[in-house]
């Protein structure tokens, strides 16, 4: 079964700064990975999915994503942090489950703070 | 992209009532539905996934007796939680995906704003 690692709980960087979201996947096959965003009593919003073809994937907001197949990883980058930014970020792996059917399997989540 | 709504947003009820939340694709026909349930602080948990006129497929470890799923339509889908308890508060988050059949890519899902339950 496919499973999601989000190391790091929790994050807090200053505007302005850069910003890396660990993530590390398990699965058998090539896996098709998202990064979510989701404010405080939200839903999810998607920022960015790879599928295939070129690893660095650019997403909404200015994030982007590099899959890297020999670490089993798909850690989200923004160059500069804004305010605005501070979320729970979530990561998740799509694959096939053992009784056939496609769904997504969740990280922990990694909740980001920006100081001002 | 493609919004889903859902209904309520929050509700709060008595112990032992019956609860339904409502879940619809706005702009697109979802023939699968997915509900999550996510306690706070911590990620989302699958409890079921349901196609369109099909029974739902519960995840281990979900009573399917408790949290009734009907996929009626390419457009709705409805949890209902049936004699609420406390442990059941939670906040519920659905979401579609329409796949090929719905003119959408078979692996993206469309996540609905969540409903917040609360059970006295």
């Known amino acids: 079964a496919q499973s999601v690692t989000q190391p790091d709980i929790h994050i807090t960087v200053s505007e302005g700064a850069s910003l890396e979201l660990r993530c590390n996947y398990s699965?058998?096959?090539?896996?098709?990975l998202f990064w979510y965003v989701q404010s405080p009593g939200q839903g999810l919003q998607l920022l960015l999915k790879?599928?295939?073809?070129?690893?660095l994937v650019q997403g909404i907001k200015g994030f982007e994503a590099e899959f890297k197949r020999s670490q089993s990883s798909f850690n989200l980058r923004k160059p500069s942090v804004h305010w605005s930014d501070a979320a729970e970020y979530f990561c998740?792996?799509?694959?096939?489950?053992?009784?056939?059917?496609?769904?997504?399997?969740f990280g922990k989540g990694t909740k980001l703070s920006v100081i001002p | 992209g493609a919004v889903v709504s859902q209904h309520p947003s929050w509700v709060i009820c008595k112990s032992g009532t019956s609860v339904k939340i409502e879940c619809r694709s706005l702009?697109?026909?979802?023939?699968?539905m997915f509900w999550y349930r996510q306690f706070p602080k911590q990620s989302l948990m699958l409890m079921a996934t349901?196609?369109?006129?099909?029974?739902?497929?519960?995840e281990q470890g979900v009573e399917k007796d408790k949290f009734l799923i009907n996929h009626a339509s390419l457009t709705l889908s409805t949890l209902t939680v049936t004699s609420a308890h406390p442990e059941d508060s939670s906040f519920y988050i659905c979401?579609?995906?329409?796949?090929?059949?719905?003119?959408?890519?078979?692996?993206?899902?469309?996540f609905g704003p969540g409903t917040r339950l609360t059970v006295l």
């Open positions: 998740a792996v799509g694959a096939y489950s053992g009784a056939g059917s496609y769904q997504l399997t």
């Open positions: 699965y058998g096959a090539t896996p098709y």
């Open positions: 790879y599928f295939s073809g070129d690893t």
């Open positions: 702009d697109f026909q979802a023939t699968t």
């Open positions: 349901s196609n369109e006129g099909s029974k739902a497929t519960y």
């Open positions: 979401s579609g995906r329409p796949g090929l059949a719905g003119g959408g890519a078979l692996y993206e899902q469309f």
